[in-house]
């Protein structure tokens, strides 16, 4: 974090830097001045005595001021630090070229632990700072108390039981928040189902609000449980380091107090191990908060670093092959298994499959088959954890990942609401195209998206969503209609997918837009050899691929053309003749 200080405020981080040194010599000068002070009021030197007073009352209010203009730049610097780190967890969290992070309960826990603790960070940087601040102040009063008796450099080191017991106390902590991280995981899902317009409606016809806050409390109640046990627990570590400190306290006042009434020592020695004392005794408090906030950063640290080195692992082997221009023979499956992270079950068992160069192919069958799994596995989103999957006969993974994404065009069921203006949510389909208009309409009409962006109020120029104060909000068919015209936005593909992406659309559009994208397709296909692949629930849409295949049970049950599959009677025949006689 310091180091994305200095790269982004230099200036800021120095002058924080001289500021919180001159404020950390500033209290023990002020408990200085206050023997000084009573000295010369026992010697009736008032002169000296209203100079040494005066300089208590600068010293107080300068340690003040120099705290707050030393606050002001170290909280820029802090806030500029953690605007790199949000950059870094989204450049990580996107970074994976695959999605097998997301299937892990403890990446889910960390990454929601890190957001809340991100805003957090602004805090452990002022804490660095006072840190800072502490130990000038803890140096300057050694030296002081050193020149009353040696024996008091003893108090500084009474301080150590307490700073062990905060940091077992804090393991005690982290390890609460750790243990309910998926309880609270919950309690913020059900949070959100309650405050976002999208879940707004089935909550009110389901009359689902008390049922919501009544499991929001039962999860922070079970998440606030573990965690109270850990901070009781927590407390009483540091309760019993304390009671060290306070021990050495009393000490130390009653041996200067007795060498004054010896005479060994002036009145003014009392005064100024009395305020040391105190100082020291808030130092160690001050302390004990302050290592407490920067051991929860330093977790939190600990936790970004965890992520990096799973994040990273994750990377493709090394491949240098090109993508070819054009397709030739197609994409082979070849005996392709593949079970998700964390469990055995295969979504896909044994599956073997070609899919021709230039072809349309569609792929159905029931909910949990393995259709939109074989997707992701030609998307390189997971890798096929047996088999291969070859592209005109060379394995899929000796191609470069980058290369091999940039030439697929996909629409998904669950696309992204980008709410950018409407030229760019549709326009980032294809980056470098992003801002080019012909390209971009050119994207909506073959996507039959043209109306959307027609009924808008300034066009493409219209910012979409309500993170804009004038942004447009769309229904969720328009702003699937704005992903499909996005999924088309790249002309060259080599591999078209339309995965569920029509689900709000009635079954008329979606069999018109299909017949498009089907014309579409074709016309690729015979420029570069693409293949497009449908996923659909509606068979009257996918009867006009070319090869349709049929998964059940995480295999290739059938495969061929609409009219060899209802000729041969099977699954496909059942499953066609079931929805047909639904829609009469």
Same mark, same amino acid.
């Given at each position: 974090? /310091? !180091?994305? #200080?200095? %790269?982004?405020? %230099?200036a800021k981080l120095? /002058? #924080?830097?001289? /500021? $919180?040194?001159?404020?950390?010599?500033?209290?023990?000068?002020?408990?200085? #001045?206050?023997k000084i002070a009573t000295n010369e009021a026992v010697a009736h030197h008032v002169w000296r005595a209203t100079v040494a007073g005066a300089f208590v009352a600068l010293g107080a209010v300068g340690a003040l001021i120099l705290l707050h203009f030393a606050y002001v730049p170290y909280t820029e610097a802090a806030e500029l630090a953690v605007i790199d780190l949000e950059a870094e967890l989204m450049d990580l969290a996107n970074g994976s070229p695959g999605l097998e992070h997301h299937e892990r309960p403890e990446y889910a826990d960390k990454i929601a632990i890190i957001q809340r603790e991100l805003s957090q960070l602004?805090?452990?940087?002022?804490g660095l700072f006072n840190t800072l601040s502490l130990l000038v102040s803890m140096a300057v009063t050694a030296v002081l108390l050193a020149g009353v008796n040696p024996w008091l450099l003893l108090l500084p080191v009474a301080a150590l039981p307490p700073v062990l017991a905060a940091q077992r106390a804090q393991a005690v902590i982290e390890r609460s928040k750790d243990a309910s991280a998926e309880t609270i995981r919950? $309690? *913020?899902?059900?949070?959100?189902?309650?405050?976002?317009?999208?879940?707004?409606?089935?909550?009110? +016809? &389901? %009359?689902?609000?008390?049922?919501? &806050?009544?499991?929001?409390?039962?999860? *922070?109640?079970?998440?606030?449980?573990v965690l109270w046990r850990g901070q009781r627990r927590a407390a009483l570590i540091n309760a019993a380091g304390q009671l060290v400190f306070a021990l050495s306290y009393v000490t130390a006042v009653l041996v200067v107090v007795r060498q004054a009434i010896a005479g060994t020592n002036?009145? &003014?020695?009392?005064?100024?191990?009395?305020t040391l004392a105190a100082q020291v005794n808030q130092q160690i408090s001050t302390g004990l908060n302050l290592l407490q906030q920067l051991q929860r950063i330093a977790q939190g640290f600990t936790r970004l670093r965890w992520l990096r080195t799973i994040l990273r692992s994750q990377q493709p082997p090394a491949a240098d092959t090109p993508v070819p221009a054009v397709l030739r023979s197609g994409i082979e499956l070849h005996d392709v298994d593949f079970a998700y992270p964390g469990t055995d079950k295969k979504i896909l068992d044994g599956v073997s499959l070609t899919l021709p160069a230039g072809s349309t192919v569609a792929i159905v069958g029931e909910n949990g088959a393995g259709k939109s799994t074989m997707v992701k596995v030609l998307c390189r989103f997971y890798?096929?954890?047996?088999?291969? +999957? $070859?592209?005109?006969? +060379?394995? /899929? $993974? %000796?191609? !470069?990942?980058?290369?091999?994404?940039?030439?697929?065009?996909? &629409?998904?069921?669950d696309f992204v609401r980008f709410e950018l203006p409407a030229r760019q949510s549709v326009g980032v389909g294809d980056l470098p195209r992003r801002d080019d208009d012909p390209a971009v309409r050119a994207a909506l009409d073959r996507a039959r998206s043209a109306d959307v962006v027609e009924r808008l109020p300034e066009g493409l120029d219209t910012p979409l969503g309500k993170s804009y104060r004038e942004g447009a909000e769309l229904s969720g068919g328009q702003w699937q209609k704005v992903a499909l015209g996005r999924a088309m936005m790249r002309e060259d593909p080599l591999l078209l997918i339309l995965d569920e992406p029509t689900s709000a659309l009635d079954a008329e559009a979606e069999h018109r837009l299909f017949e498009q994208y089907a014309l579409n397709a074709r016309r690729v296909g015979r420029r570069t050899g693409a293949i497009t692949v449908l996923i659909s629930h509606r068979f009257s849409t996918v009867r006009m691929a070319d090869l349709i295949v049929v998964l059940d049970g995480a295999r290739v049950a059938e495969s061929g053309d609409h009219a060899t599959l209802m000729a041969a009677g099977g699954l496909y025949a059942e499953l066609y003749a079931v929805q047909a006689a639904a829609y009469q």
């Open positions: 974090m /310091l !180091r994305a #200080s200095w %790269r982004r405020g %230099r120095v /002058l #924080s830097i001289v /500021l $919180t040194l001159l404020a950390g010599v500033a209290w023990p000068m002020l408990a200085l #001045s206050l602004p805090d452990g940087f002022v919950r $309690t *913020w899902h059900l949070f959100r189902l309650a405050t976002t317009p999208a879940s707004a409606k089935e909550l009110r +016809v &389901g %009359r689902l609000r008390d049922e919501i &806050g009544r499991r929001y409390l039962h999860h *922070w109640g079970r998440a606030g449980a002036p009145i &003014g020695d009392i005064v100024l191990v009395i890798e096929a954890t047996a088999g291969t +999957v $070859t592209v005109d006969g +060379v394995d /899929l $993974t %000796r191609y !470069r990942l980058e290369d091999w994404r940039s030439r697929i065009a996909a &629409g998904f069921q």
